[in-house]
């Protein structure tokens, strides 16, 4: 592993919704890193409890309600940066952006919704850009590397790019009850396919360009369909690109879009142990020719954990622009995603 940073001791993170599954991943690399840690949350017994089980024996504990504005903006004041740990974020998560911005503390989350990610881009930047922090949502093994890989896939293809991103799973392993819940929120917005993005404009419709693709490693193609991926809002703001759309496996598909509340209840607490990945990006320039990107990681909701804190640290040094920013726009893709590399993720461009 690589050592802890002489500076990151002095930085101070605050995590909402410490007690869940990813928070147990982020409160892990908080203690491994050294930092201090805020925990925010509504039952301080489940926190000292968390904060005990990962070793941040001196953590501080501070408790706050989602709907209590002023006493989040107590609980995050003195923190560097706000890590947002939640399910269904469309429904949840605006109160702590807020909180977090008004207390003066950068943010970030571990969003996977384009519904939220837009709000927080169309709604938040200019509240940010006054109070001198800046945001960057939707920190997962899917939207962080897909926004990074788009920056760089595009940048090697004539202008404008065409990308593609997909997520595939690499084991038979199930998400949480947690990421059910979130799906179920937006349920209708899932099936939809959610955004795409062409000629300079975002647009729904059900209907992807690719109906199949060959992942890395696959000899056959697999069917796909369109999913509403939130690097379709992110990559148009900082790359030269024509279209973007996100796709799916259409098995994954069809199990998701039969998640109900009375199916959800019968889920696991917690995910498998085993969720390797690899989240592609497909760029397809003027002269149709194709540059692949490809992150392939160990587990979904610890490898976004990580990502997390990552960004989180590096807001927390103060050096971005304030503002939401996209991850490309606030980091260096390259650098950042070589720093993940200590953790077995790893990624490549594919230059056929």
């Known amino acids: 592993m690589t050592k802890t940073n002489s500076t990151e001791s002095t930085k101070t993170i ?117 109070a001198g922090v800046t945001v960057v949502s939707g920190i997962t093994d899917s939207n962080l590397p897909g926004d990074l890989l788009g920056y760089l896939t595009s940048r090697r293809v004539a202008a404008p790019a065409e990308i593609v991103v997909s997520h595939l799973s690499k084991s038979s392993g199930n998400g949480s009850k947690g990421s059910a819940k979130t799906v179920f929120a937006g349920l209708d917005w899932f099936r939809s396919g959610g955004w795409h993005y062409a000629d300079g404009e975002f647009r729904t419709g059900a209907t992807s360009r690719h109906a199949e693709m060959t992942f890395p490693g696959h000899t056959a193609a697999t069917a796909v369909a369109k999913f509403p991926q939130p690097p379709v809002l992110t990559i148009p703001r900082h790359s030269n690109v024509s279209y973007v759309e996100g796709v799916l496996a259409t098995a994954i598909l069809d199990t998701l879009s039969g998640f109900t509340e009375e199916l959800i209840e019968t889920l696991p607490e917690t995910p498998s142990s085993d969720l390797r990945y690899d989240l592609v990006v497909d760029a397809y320039g003027t002269d149709g020719r194709r540059v692949r990107g490809v992150v392939s990681g160990q587990h979904s909701y610890r490898d976004s954990a990580l990502m997390a804190i990552e960004a989180a640290v590096r807001l927390a040094d103060g050096t971005t622009e304030p503002g939401a920013l996209t991850a490309a726009e606030a980091f260096d893709p390259a650098d950042f995603l070589d720093a993940l590399a200590p953790f077995d993720i790893t990624w490549r461009i594919e230059q056929p």
């Open 14 to 130: 605050a995590v909402y919704g410490a007690t869940g599954v990813t928070g147990g991943y982020l409160l892990g690399e908080l203690h491994r890193r050294g930092l201090a840690a805020i925990l925010v949350g509504r039952n301080a017994d489940r926190m000292r409890a968390a904060a005990a089980t990962a070793g941040l024996s001196n953590a501080e504990i501070r408790v706050a309600e989602l709907g209590d504005h002023d006493a989040l903006v107590g609980a995050f004041t003195g923190a560097d940066a706000v890590i947002s740990s939640l399910p269904a974020y469309v429904r949840h998560g605006e109160a702590v952006l807020a909180a977090a911005i008004d207390a003066g503390a950068h943010y970030t989350d571990i969003s996977g919704e384009q519904l939220f990610l837009k709000r927080v881009l169309d709604r938040y930047s200019a509240r940010a850009r006054a």
